[in-house]
């Protein structure tokens, strides 16, 4: 969501004072209203924040792309194995995609309705766009820079040859043109365009042929032939000496990979006489389309959200054309085919090296060569957990104190057992959960079905509009709908992106409550990709709080105060800055403060604001920063104490994290919220404390400070918006957080 705009009206910046009150204008982005209950809990706590001083602040668009920058680097970085840098490339691709089809979409809707002045007093949305093309096109071009001269020759000399068509000897033609007419072949559609038949649809992000053909009667044609995306985009042609073993596991899209292979496109352009008898080829032109796919769903007229999500899904391939990469030898009269019948403006169309779908290339990390892969990391069971007898439960564990995750170093499985051993124990009597992104055949979906065959009684969350995974969501509504479980979709007009899943057991005469809360979500393949942080707990208050919010969720509710629980859109903005300005006080008042937040993303300007309040009190602000930053660090009179590092390494930093020194009784919050404005207005999110002492001091010695100390994987933000690797010194201890924490683990020493 994008800040409103506010008139200056005056308001003059001072370099010890930011003001802290004034109204909220009516808030509008992309032409939706946010929903009432949003702008509420904005009107609380927002201000007449100084927009007329935008060199305060980091453009949102901007920083992301600085993000994919990172991950490029982490692709160039030679000490990083073969294929894992592949796999970073592929990442950069994929990121890409996803920034045209929702970030790049955005603004051309602002563009296309008339939208002139900037509504964050940075850029208007032409300038923007303006600024993003310069930037993306350079990141594309180094991007297949990076993969052209040094990771296929780097390949090659191990064996892993990514070829050519012109470049094959005879035997490895045979062996592509055979795959061509066996598999390829029967699955391909070539459709014309002619006065009797349209234009055909282009499908987002899908890789094409332009081709021009010649009829016998000397007649120029037009067709346009898609590359199938349910194989893999890598043809093999032959096996060479010490060929590789492919493993069940190492077949991609049903297709195994060999040593020798070669570009799908430049096998079926060389083939498309097959498709064409009779006609003559003059010339093949590769294309890639990205669309807008950033739905809106109209939820105030839905009769059913389930119904309207389905259809919006199916619209989304339909969306305008917000990208078309051409290969760079495309001329003009062919280009301007496509530009005309996709409506597209030259503005939107990148000139480059094949390949142009640069995300297919995680096709080939699929390769079985573990040899170019980082080591198998296989995550622990937490020691508190591993069961010493049949009768030492999961339950029986939480009871004796709370358990603290670290994914993907510990592993995802207790949670697994958590809701097993919830649906075989007689004494369990009702199950509830949110799923925001569960995955394909998810382990957790089938612990939960499991539980209502069991007779148990279970609550789900699903939410339907968790971007680009709404098929997978109404797909698990649906199977948990059919077995009888209490399936809700949401609330209007917010997401539900917080992570909490509560067994109620019989005890006795009583019921107890047993939670597991998280910073991710509950999706058993991520878990073992990113790094998260959860929690069990059967602590009384945090399961009254637990209780009251699902009835939050799955019934009505006016209830704005929590016992222990932070929560968003109610109160989470207003108890978050509480605790920043309790941290501001005791550095005013002469005690130890500090601030360490880590987080995906840091965007809110009120937010921002009070930590460049904390920064000119005097308090020390660390900041981990995945991806998005539009704080400016090292401002002086400004953010002279803050420092933002950003961690991109083998593993998606994902974790939510804030640490308060509060006069040296340290406070620790984990939970699913970034400091967003579409996290902290526009979602359900949960904030939780971690109250045990020992957890207190795991979280912060041995994970936040453990990154702030990294010298392998870091960067640096500069006061513009740049990074800088963080180099260690000479003779300075080289440390790689993610790295320490799996040797820890290997070790089984503490987290």
């Not at 191990?158 to 033609?173: F, P």
């Not at 209830?559 to 509480?578: E, G, T």
């Not at 008042?589 to 937040?597: C, D, N, T």
Request: aromatic residues 6%; hydrophobic residues 40%.
């Amino acid at each position: 969501m994008r800040e409103p705009q506010r008139g200056a009206g005056g308001t003059r910046y001072r370099k010890s004072h930011m003001p802290h009150s004034g109204k909220s204008s009516g808030r509008r982005t992309r032409g939706r209203v946010l929903s009432p209950a949003a702008v509420a809990s904005v009107a609380t706590t927002d201000s007449s924040f100084p927009v007329s001083y935008p060199e305060l602040f980091i453009d949102r668009e901007l920083s992301l792309l600085r993000f994919q920058r990172r991950v490029l680097e982490e692709a160039m970085d030679e000490r990083n194995p073969l294929l894992e840098r592949l796999k970073f490339l592929a990442i950069v691709g994929s990121n890409l995609n996803e920034f045209f089809m929702v970030r790049v979409a955005g603004l051309m809707d602002q563009v296309d309705a008339g939208v002139i002045a900037s509504p964050d007093g940075l850029h208007s949305p032409q300038q923007l766009l303006h600024e993003i093309r310069a930037e993306v096109y350079a990141i594309m071009k180094e991007s297949r820079d990076v993969l052209i001269n040094s990771l296929l020759p780097s390949l090659a000399a191990q064996g892993v040859q990514v070829l050519r068509y012109e470049a094959l000897d005879h035997q490895q033609r045979a062996a592509a043109d055979k795959y061509f007419r066996e598999i390829i072949f029967p699955i391909l559609t070539p459709l014309a365009f002619d006065p009797g038949r349209p234009f055909p649809h282009i499908s987002n992000l899908s890789l094409n042929l332009a081709v021009l053909i010649q009829d016998r009667k000397k007649v120029q044609r037009f067709a346009r032939l898609k590359i199938p995306d349910t194989i893999s985009h890598f043809v093999p042609v032959g096996m060479s000496e010490g060929a590789l073993k492919i493993s069940g596991t190492a077949k991609i899209r049903g297709t195994a990979m060999s040593n020798d292979v070669v570009w799908i496109d430049e096998v079926v352009a060389t083939n498309l006489p097959t498709l064409f008898p009779g006609m003559k080829i003059l010339s093949v032109y590769s294309f890639h389309v990205t669309r807008d796919a950033d739905m809106e769903i109209q939820e105030l007229e839905a009769s059913d959200l389930l119904e309207t999500v389905e259809q919006s899904v199916r619209q989304r391939r339909f969306g305008n054309v917000v990208r078309l990469q051409v290969n760079e030898e495309m001329p003009a009269d062919v280009l301007n085919i496509l530009l005309n019948n996709l409506e597209v403006e030259p503005e939107a169309v990148y000139h480059l090296k094949s390949p142009l779908g640069l995300s297919r290339m995680m096709d080939l990390y699929g390769l079985d060569r573990p040899d170019l892969k980082e080591p198998v990391y296989v995550p622990r069971i937490p020691a508190p957990l591993l069961r010493k007898s049949e009768d030492d439960d999961i339950f029986a564990v939480i009871r004796r104190g709370d358990v603290l995750l670290h994914h993907p170093f510990d592993s995802f499985q207790p949670l697994i057992e958590f809701l097993r051993q919830a649906a075989s124990d007689p004494q369990v009597q009702a199950i509830k959960m949110t799923l925001y992104r569960v995955g394909r055949n998810s382990p957790v979906v089938e612990a939960l079905l499991e539980a209502i065959e069991q007779g148990k009684q279970v609550a789900v969350l699903v939410e339907l509009k968790a971007r680009f995974d709404e098929e997978s969501n109404i797909e698990w509504a649906r199977a948990l709908e059919r077995q009888g479980v209490h399936v809700v979709y949401g609330l209007l007009g917010l997401k539900i992106h917080t992570k909490l899943a509560m067994v109620v057991r019989r005890e006795g005469k009583t019921m107890r409550r047993y939670m597991h809360m998280g910073t991710g979500n509950y999706n058993a393949v991520t878990a073992h990709l990113y790094t998260d942080l959860g929690i069990f707990t059967c602590d009384r208050e945090i399961g009254e709080d637990v209780t009251d919010l699902f009835n939050y969720l799955t019934g009505y509710s006016e209830k704005k105060d929590y016992r222990k629980l932070l929560v968003a859109p109610i109160d989470l903005r207003r108890r978050i800055a509480l605790l920043i300005e309790r941290e501001i006080a005791h550095q005013r008042a002469g005690r130890p403060a500090r601030l360490i937040f880590k987080v995906n993303g840091l965007v809110d300007r009120q937010m921002i604001r009070l930590l460049y309040d904390a920064s000119e009190a005097g308090v020390q602000v660390d900041l981990l920063v995945r991806g998005v930053c539009c704080l400016r660090p090292g401002l002086p009179g400004v953010s002279e104490n803050i420092r933002v590092v950003s961690i991109v390494g083998r593993f998606l930093e994902h974790s939510r994290v804030f640490f308060f020194e509060n006069g040296g009784a340290h406070e620790v919050y984990m939970g699913s919220a970034d400091l967003m404005p579409r996290n902290l207005n526009e979602r359900v999110e949960t904030v939780f404390p971690v109250e045990d002492p020992e957890l207190v001091r795991t979280v912060r010695e041995d994970i936040l400070e453990l990154y702030l100390r990294d010298n392998a994987k870091a960067r640096r933000m500069h006061s513009d918006g740049s990074y800088e690797r963080v180099v260690a010194a000479p003779g300075e201890e080289l440390v790689n957080a993610q790295e320490r924490l799996m040797v820890r683990t290997r070790k089984g020493g503490a987290r």
